[in-house]
């Protein structure tokens, strides 16, 4: 296993386009999470999948925002009508939710977005 | 709401010297886990070190120790012999175990190694 894969590793693109991240996570892992990390600041929570099922999403994932997880394997995470607010890192983690005390809690590379 | 406070932006240390790392934290739960992160640049989020809160014992891995205090809500990470591939930003992180299990990040702590 290579751990969390996430593609593309950056991306930019213009004002007012759409754009689509995907992020492969560990196979066995149940639970999966965007996270959004802009310049100088942590990553921030932005939505949590258990298998194919979305369970939380942040307050911070606007309308413009959707993610899938079909079939509990490979998550996407678009953004439409992309503004420069969005420029960011992206990451992706994943973890087994019936491993207790958040072992195995995993980090992909994370996809860098520019919107110029 | 819970919250993480890291409040020293940038840090510096000479190799084989002794660093730490600040952070404190607000919650009413009395059971979480904390954690520090390592964020190396262009390259993934890797766990650094995990404190269990209703664990006394401060953690420890290899190089790496925290000094856990329960009641200040304060969570330093002191690093020993430090190398130049400790080189990176350092992120605390909050987390209890619920139906998410998401986590709480501060803003950071950028550490820089001189030879």
Redesign the interface.
Known sequence: DTGVSQNPRHKITKRGQNVTFRCDPISEHNRLYWYRQTLGQGPEFLTYFQNEAQLEKSRLLSDRFSAERPKGSFSTLEIQRTEQGDSAMYLCASSLGANRGFNGYTFGSGTRLTVV | AQT?T?SQPEMSVQEAETVTLSCTYDTSESDY?L?W?KQPP??????VI?Q?AYKQQNATENRFSVNFQKAAKSFSLKISDSQLGDAAMY?C?Y?V?D??????????TRLQVFP
Do not use: P, W
Request: hydrophobic share 35%; no cysteine; proline share 0%.
């Open positions: 993480v890291q886990y954690f992160y262009s390259r993934q989020m890797i766990l995990r269990e992120f992180a987390g175990e139906n998410t299990d998401k986590l709480i990040f501060g803003t950071g």
